[in-house]
């Protein structure tokens, strides 16, 4: 078996599995860390923006006319270098597997299918799809959220000069400087690649077993990360394997985390850990309220940038009651997102992917979600964009949330320009997968206040290392930056302490794993089970000769008659002692047993005839008498079944 690692991070999974004649695909996840590399899209003129001064090399080897060249692709703001174009992406690694020979794709979360549309519509991906209903329903939102954010405001430029190599020797070290593989970096999907794609998706539920082709079976079962998510399980009919996934074992609102199916597998593969193993999305939570209360008391308006779906179900549940609590329930709560109606909408349907306790609010009946109550008192407004209605009802001091969490598009952009450079607002990152500094650093200098409250449920090491030792697969498969090594600690906490044999994957790595009986099963044809007449060998056991052709076509193997079946075959091992009694019952006395319990000889008539019995053989020696050599053949014969 080989897994293939296709994704650039542990947390954006992409991994291609070769098992049992089948290509699988485990999760197709987009880098969108890549997009704090370039200038934000301002919804109108940003005279800010437009005045950063244009990046200038140090050291020029190729003279003047490619340092006029370049000064227009590239800005500069506190010590970061930032692409003045239109933002682009990066997909998982294209130059591994052929795309067109994966049989199937595996979803686990909405989040990490969102490079979906650049798998089916530009990589030739022809295989079936499969994920949750819900997962497909939010994965869909996400990517129309982006491509809305996106292409709604026209960059100034859309050139990608900026991926020369003669251009990208000349960038400072950083995060653009370390992504070379600038194939990977694609424009952005279209609606109507997300439209095709998601069209595709065969929905499952949690524990439907999925037949792949008759190679394997594949099972969904729940990760307790957000609506949907799932973890999965294939097998063969001597291989388990399990694929766990952005898991969480936090009280929140999806379903529990099911580990029961997951346990005594060949092999797991692992990624999706938590990218704030030091913050408990708890005292994270807490921290975050408090504030975010001061910031309100004080006058000032809270931003928080996100995603329009997941964690901020939790953070609007949390938010409601801690302003009725904190004595702020006049304080109006904003959730602007193209998709902010669906949304919200949504997540009340969907109530058998909720935790047991908001589906009892189902059958009282009651919204499994606060928000509902929320949005119905008016306190909670929720809007496509940031014209038209919102300007009749908006008021100062305000909570907001929006897109996008890396502050490079979407209606966040606005609201930084518009509240920076009052001390009295703030801004609250929440979604670890953005490096809040960098995604600050081309609204500098900032007069409003920053914080960065990480609220990833996702597994911690400590969670991740207490499961391994519940869950006793036989082998691991992980990140290599969740491993130990001389950079890290050996303490729980800081990386994954596998007990068992594992295996380091990083972007672009191939292993190959040996697995433990590789058998098929066949099936036999009427006509050939009808001709079978077991015999008992042992007490409890038959056994009976076999014979047919054998035709194999896709992974179903059937054994028909074959036109010269063989004739019957002997089985069993004949006892000495046994041929000494027959021999004494036929009147021959005059035997002698020499030799080891490997190998004895038995003389008889004072040489005339010598039998040698071992494990695996019994032979007659110098025996000239054939009627004596007849009587020693029937007496083995009769000592032995046929088959």
Same mark, same amino acid.
Request: aromatic share 8%.
């Given at each position: 078996?080989?897994?293939?690692?296709?994704?650039?991070?542990?947390?954006?999974?992409?991994?291609?599995?070769? #098992?049992?004649?089948?290509?699988?695909?485990?999760?197709?996840?987009?880098?969108?860390?890549?997009?704090?590399?370039?200038?934000?899209? %301002?919804?109108?003129? =940003?005279?800010?923006?437009?005045?950063?001064?244009?990046?200038?090399?140090?050291?020029?080897?190729?003279?003047?006319?490619?340092?006029?060249?370049?000064?227009?692709?590239?800005?500069?703001?506190?010590?970061?270098?930032?692409?003045?174009?239109? %933002?682009?992406?990066?997909?998982?690694?294209?130059?591994?597997?052929?795309? =067109?020979?994966?049989?199937?794709?595996?979803?686990?979360?909405?989040?990490?299918?969102?490079?979906?549309?650049?798998?089916?519509?530009?990589?030739?991906?022809?295989?079936?799809?499969?994920?949750?209903?819900?997962?497909?329903?939010?994965?869909?939102?996400?990517?129309?959220?982006?491509?809305?954010?996106?292409?709604?405001?026209?960059?100034?430029?859309?050139?990608?000069?900026?991926?020369?190599?003669?251009?990208?020797?000349?960038?400072?070290?950083?995060?653009?400087?370390?992504?070379?593989?600038?194939?990977?970096?694609?424009? #952005?999907?279209?609606?109507?690649?997300?439209?095709?794609?998601?069209?595709?998706?065969?929905?499952?539920?949690?524990?439907?077993?999925?037949?792949?082709?008759?190679?394997?079976?594949?099972?969904?079962?729940?990760?307790?990360?957000?609506?949907?998510?799932?973890?999965?399980?294939?097998?063969?009919?001597?291989?388990?394997?399990?694929?766990?996934?952005?898991?969480?074992?936090?009280?929140?609102?999806?379903?529990?985390?099911?580990?029961?199916?997951?346990?005594?597998?060949?092999?797991?593969?692992?990624?999706?850990?938590?990218?704030? %193993?030091?913050?408990?999305?708890?005292?994270?939570?807490?921290?975050?309220?408090?504030?975010?209360?001061? $910031?309100?008391?004080?006058?000032?308006?809270?931003?928080?940038?996100?995603?329009?779906?997941?964690?901020?179900?939790?953070?609007?549940? @949390?938010?409601?009651?801690?302003?009725?609590?904190?004595?702020?329930?006049?304080?109006?709560?904003?959730?602007?997102?193209?998709? $902010?109606? =669906?949304?919200? =909408?949504?997540?009340?349907?969907?109530?058998?992917?909720? @935790?047991?306790?908001?589906?009892?609010?189902?059958?009282?009946?009651?919204?499994?979600?606060?928000?509902?109550?929320?949005?119905?008192?008016?306190?909670?407004?929720?809007?496509?964009?940031?014209?038209?209605?919102?300007?009749?009802?908006?008021?100062?001091?305000?909570?907001?949330?929006?897109?996008?969490?890396?502050?490079?598009?979407?209606?966040?952009?606005?609201?930084?320009?518009?509240?920076?450079?009052?001390?009295?607002?703030?801004?609250?990152?929440?979604?670890?997968?953005?490096?809040?500094?960098?995604?600050?650093?081309? &609204?500098?200098? #900032?007069?409003?206040? /920053?914080? &960065?409250?990480?609220?990833?449920?996702? #597994?911690?090491?400590?969670?991740?290392?207490?499961?391994?030792?519940?869950?006793?697969?036989? @082998?691991?498969?992980?990140?290599?930056? &969740?491993?130990?090594?001389?950079?890290?600690? +050996?303490?729980?906490?800081? @990386?994954?302490?596998?007990?068992?044999?594992?295996?380091?994957?990083?972007?672009?790595?191939?292993?190959?794993?040996?697995?433990?009986?590789?058998?098929?099963?066949?099936?036999?044809?009427?006509?050939? /089970?009808?001709?079978?007449?077991?015999?008992?060998?042992?007490?409890?056991?038959?056994?009976?000769?076999?014979?047919?052709?054998?035709?194999?076509?896709?992974?179903?193997?059937?054994?028909?008659?074959?036109?010269?079946?063989?004739?019957?075959?002997?089985?069993? +091992?004949?006892?000495?002692?046994?041929?000494?009694?027959?021999?004494?019952?036929?009147?021959?006395?005059?035997?002698?047993?020499?030799?080891?319990?490997?190998?004895?000889?038995?003389?008889?008539?004072?040489?005339? $005839?010598?039998?040698?019995?071992? %494990?695996?053989?019994?032979?007659?020696?110098?025996?000239?008498?054939?009627?004596?050599?007849?009587?020693?053949?029937?007496?083995?014969?009769?000592?032995?079944?046929?088959?």
């Amino acid at each position: 078996m080989e897994v293939y690692c296709l994704g650039h991070k542990a947390w954006q999974p992409c991994y291609v599995l070769k #098992l049992n004649d089948t290509t699988v695909m485990l999760d197709c996840a987009l880098d969108l860390a890549g997009l704090l590399n370039f200038l934000p899209l %301002p919804l109108v003129y =940003s005279p800010k923006l437009s005045a950063l001064p244009h990046w200038k090399p140090k050291d020029l080897e190729d003279g003047q006319e490619l340092h006029e060249g370049i000064t227009r692709l590239f800005r500069e703001n506190v010590g970061h270098v930032f692409v003045d174009s239109c %933002p682009l992406v990066r997909i998982p690694e294209t130059g591994l597997v052929d795309f =067109s020979t994966v049989d199937v794709l595996l979803i686990s979360n909405c989040f990490s299918m969102l490079s979906l549309p650049f798998i089916t519509e530009k990589l030739g991906f022809r295989g079936k799809i499969y994920a949750t209903e819900p997962t497909a329903h939010f994965g869909r939102q996400l990517m129309e959220e982006l491509v809305h954010y996106i292409y709604r405001t026209p960059a100034n430029n859309s050139t990608e000069e900026w991926k020369n190599e003669e251009v990208w020797r000349l960038l400072p070290d950083g995060v653009l400087k370390e992504s070379t593989d600038f194939q990977t970096w694609r424009k #952005l999907y279209s609606e109507e690649d997300i439209q095709k794609s998601v069209s595709r998706v065969h929905s499952v539920s949690y524990s439907q077993k999925i037949d792949l082709f008759g190679h394997l079976e594949a099972t969904a079962v729940s990760s307790g990360f957000c609506l949907g998510s799932c973890n999965w399980l294939l097998e063969t009919e001597q291989t388990k394997v399990i694929y766990i996934s952005s898991s969480s074992t936090f009280t929140t609102h999806p379903c529990p985390m099911e580990r029961s199916q997951l346990s005594s597998a060949d092999l797991m593969i692992t990624c999706g850990l938590t990218n704030a %193993p030091s913050a408990n999305p708890d005292s994270m939570l807490g921290e975050l309220c408090g504030r975010l209360a001061v $910031a309100l008391r004080n006058g000032g308006n809270v931003l928080i940038p996100c995603y329009p779906t997941g964690v901020v179900y939790d953070l609007l549940e @949390c938010l409601k009651a801690f302003l009725d609590s904190a004595g702020l329930s006049h304080i109006p709560v904003y959730f602007i997102s193209p998709v $902010a109606n =669906s949304s919200l =909408s949504h997540s009340n349907i969907y109530a058998e992917w909720l @935790c047991e306790s908001k589906q009892s609010k189902v059958f009282l009946p009651e919204h499994p979600f606060p928000h509902a109550e929320f949005v119905k008192s008016g306190r909670l407004k929720h809007f496509a964009n940031i014209h038209g209605e919102l300007g009749s009802v908006y008021q100062s001091p305000c909570v907001v949330f929006t897109g996008h969490p890396s502050l490079r598009c979407g209606d966040a952009v606005h609201f930084m320009e518009a509240w920076g450079s009052s001390p009295k607002n703030a801004v609250i990152f929440t979604e670890p997968d953005f490096e809040y500094l960098h995604a600050l650093a081309p &609204y500098q200098p #900032l007069h409003m206040k /920053a914080f &960065y409250f990480p609220i990833d449920p996702r #597994l911690n090491f400590f969670v991740a290392n207490k499961l391994l030792k519940e869950l006793a697969p036989q @082998c691991l498969v992980t990140a290599e930056s &969740y491993l130990p090594s001389s950079a890290h600690s +050996q303490k729980e906490n800081l @990386c994954l302490q596998p007990e068992m044999p594992y295996y380091g994957l990083s972007h672009g790595k191939v292993v190959s794993i040996p697995l433990k009986g590789q058998f098929q099963r066949i099936q036999l044809s009427p006509e050939v /089970a009808g001709n079978l007449h077991p015999q008992e060998i042992y007490p409890g056991i038959s056994a009976a000769t076999i014979s047919g052709l054998l035709s194999s076509r896709n992974s179903k193997h059937i054994l028909h008659p074959h036109p010269l079946p063989l004739g019957n075959q002997l089985w069993g +091992q004949p006892s000495v002692e046994s041929i000494v009694q027959a021999l004494h019952e036929h009147g021959i006395v005059d035997v002698v047993v020499e030799g080891s319990p490997e190998m004895r000889n038995i003389n008889i008539l004072t040489g005339k $005839a010598t039998l040698q019995v071992s %494990p695996n053989c019994t032979t007659i020696h110098d025996c000239h008498d054939e009627k004596l050599k007849g009587l020693l053949k029937d007496i083995i014969l009769r000592q032995l079944i046929q088959l």
